[in-house]
């Protein structure tokens, strides 16, 4: 029996800033399950991904970083789905959100959408420039604990120097 899930948590990347084989480590469709190993570092693999680079990689300073929050709050106020948390950073954003009856990959790709279409706007992207990368981390929360961890490692887990995080106000 199927069950829907009570939430989301999404997270993705900045164009070229965490590629596959890079010292840190990253992950693909058999290294992404929840407490799974990363990949190894492969230096090789990452000067590889590095080359075939259309553009340099997108990093998102303070202004672009609040532009795009500020977006995901609008966006999801606007399509009534639950906005628990966001924290944009330079690289990449986490987003835990409740859009009943639309697929995850969809909530990502309208975030995606409307956060280049406005950082091109405010001319903090090129109108050629890749901002995101394609794909996005796509986790469904079922329970109350798997939603509460997924807020506090949003809200708590992220460098609060480099992140505007935000729970949504009372009224959302």
């Known amino acids: 029996m ?7 948590f999404l997270t993705w990347h900045t164009y070229g800033t965490w590629l596959h084989g890079r010292a840190e480590g990253s ?3 058999r290294h992404n399950a ?3 190993d990363r990949l190894p570092p492969d230096s090789l693999r990452e000067f590889r991904n590095r080359s075939r680079m ?3 990689p997108f990093v998102l300073n303070t202004q672009a970083r609040t532009l795009v929050e500020q977006v995901i709050r609008e966006h999801c106020e606007l399509k009534n789905w639950n906005l628990h948390a966001a924290a944009v950073r330079t690289n990449h954003v986490h987003v835990v959100v409740t859009a009943r009856g639309v697929r995850p990959e969809q909530v990502v790709r309208q975030l995606k959408q409307w ?9 903090y992207a090129d109108a050629d420039q890749r901002v995101w990368v394609a794909l996005a981390s796509t986790q469904m929360l079922f329970n109350n604990d798997e939603l509460d961890g997924a807020i506090r490692y949003t809200l708590e887990g992220q460098d609060r120097r480099r992140a505007a ?3 949504p106000s009372a009224s959302n």
Do not use: C
Not at 2 to 8: L, T
Not at 116 to 123: D, P, S
């Open 2 to 8: 199927y069950s829907e899930p009570i939430a989301y």
């Open 27 to 29: 992950v693909d469709k």
């Open 34 to 36: 929840p407490n799974s």
């Open 54 to 56: 259309k553009h340099d």
């Open 115 to 123: 956060g280049t279409r406005r950082l091109r706007e405010k001319r």
């Open 165 to 167: 995080a935000s729970v």
